[in-house]
């Protein structure tokens, strides 16, 4: 089954760091463009960042939002990826979701794989 | 970055209903745009992409149209799972962006 599984969120004070994982089944990750997209409580879908794939030597790309204190990093061996949140703020609480960015036609890509999502809450 | 503008923010319909949601992007985006629905404590699923193309699985009640800036999605017989928010996305450039979501609620 293809699936992605977010841990690593959690209470933390402002100006404190986390390590988000997403660890993938299913498919190789290294294959794929793959995302963190986040949702703050009741509101909508904010794209924070994206790690290409292995051809595209893994560049990352991120919001400006986030850019200079979340980096986005991958573990092949253990078919995941990972997002560390670091200088957070509270306007940073939110749902944190791995998608996989997939090209579904030749040209249109998508988000066609989401995991459960695992929750960041900044507050002192 | 292209800003998505949904419409409604919210409506209520009952079962059996035929239910529209407009999006409009600030800039043409072709064909590239994605619609998604996501249940209450759940990740977003994807429903429609390039437009009008139903994803695997998706039932044939839902269909999406439209070009450029000027983009909707009709649920053609509304379901009782069917009630959740349904948001927008642009695959034209990046960063990829969502619209603010439409909530749609049992009447």
């Known amino acids: 089954e293809v699936q992605l599984v977010e841990s690593g969120g959690g209470l933390v004070q402002p100006g404190g760091s986390l390590r988000l994982s997403c660890a993938a089944s299913?498919?190789?990750?290294?294959?794929?463009?793959m995302d963190w997209v986040r949702q703050a409580p009741g509101k909508g879908l904010e794209w924070v960042g994206r790690?290409?794939?292995?051809?595209?030597?893994?560049?990352?790309e991120y919001a400006a939002s986030v850019k200079g204190r979340f980096t986005i990093s991958r573990d092949d061996s253990n078919n995941s990826l990972y997002l560390q949140v670091n200088s957070l703020k509270t306007e940073d609480t939110a749902v944190y979701y791995c998608?996989?960015?997939?090209?579904?036609?030749?040209?249109?890509?998508?988000?066609?794989?989401w995991g459960q999502g695992t929750m960041v809450s900044v507050s002192s | 970055d292209i800003q998505m503008t949904q419409s409604p923010s919210s409506l209520s319909a009952s079962v059996g209903d035929r239910v529209t949601i407009t999006c409009r992007p600030s800039?043409?985006?072709?064909?590239?745009l994605n619609w998604y629905q996501q249940k209450p404590g759940k990740a977003p699923n994807l429903l429609i992409y390039?437009?009008?193309s139903l994803q695997s699985g998706v039932p044939s009640r839902f269909s999406g149209s439209g070009s450029g800036t000027d983009f909707t999605l009709t649920i053609s017989g509304l379901q009782p799972e069917d009630f959740a928010t349904y948001y927008c996305?642009?695959?034209?450039?990046?960063?990829?962006?969502f619209g603010g979501g439409t909530k749609v609620e049992i009447k």
């Open positions: 998608a996989r960015w997939r090209p579904i036609t030749g040209t249109t890509n998508a988000f066609d794989i």
């Open positions: 299913g498919f190789t990750v290294s294959d794929h463009y």
């Open positions: 790690t290409r794939n292995k051809v595209n030597s893994y560049t990352t």
């Open positions: 800039q043409s985006i072709s064909t590239y």
């Open positions: 390039a437009a009008s």
């Open positions: 996305q642009q695959s034209h450039n990046t960063p990829p962006t």
